[in-house]
């Protein structure tokens, strides 16, 4: 799945649809959608869905946000992230599926990457 994803992000042309505030930068070719919001980001050619709010974070290489997802103060790269789900304060996302309304947060121990295949609606803690 990652694989395939990786495969169509490569095809995208940019279209900046949503809102990206002057203290974020975008390289490569990047898709946000309508209602999307970037706020302080880093964001490296991923695809971001609709109503997706984006803060505090860097949003590597083939990556795709589905929409109304929220991540503040996440690094998450070559991953994907299903409509709906929540990532907060975790670095180190790397080659992950992350479930549709699936919440991701901060545990107490510290890791230097996270592989994670996440299911629909599930709460999940990883050291951030």
Do not use: W
């Not at 203290?23 to 970037?38: M, N, Q, T, Y």
């Not at 290489?61 to 929540?86: F, M, N, Q």
């Not at 545990?107 to 951030?128: N, Q, Y």
């Amino acid at each position: 799945m990652l694989e395939c994803d990786r495969h169509l992000l490569g095809g995208l042309r940019t279209s900046l649809n949503g809102s990206v505030d002057g203290a974020s930068r975008l390289s490569g070719p990047v898709v946000i959608e309508a209602g999307a919001r970037v706020t302080r980001s880093c964001i490296e050619g991923p695809a971001i869905g609709a109503q997706t709010v984006v803060e505090d974070s860097h949003i590597g290489p083939h990556t795709s946000l589905g929409k109304g997802c929220e991540l503040r103060r996440t690094h998450i790269d070559y991953s994907i992230v299903l409509d709906g789900a929540r990532i907060s304060h975790v670095t180190g996302l790397h080659g992950s599926l992350i479930g549709r309304g699936a919440t991701v947060g901060p545990a107490p121990e510290r890791a230097v990457h996270h592989r994670l295949f996440v299911g629909d609606h599930t709460r999940v803690k990883v050291p951030a």
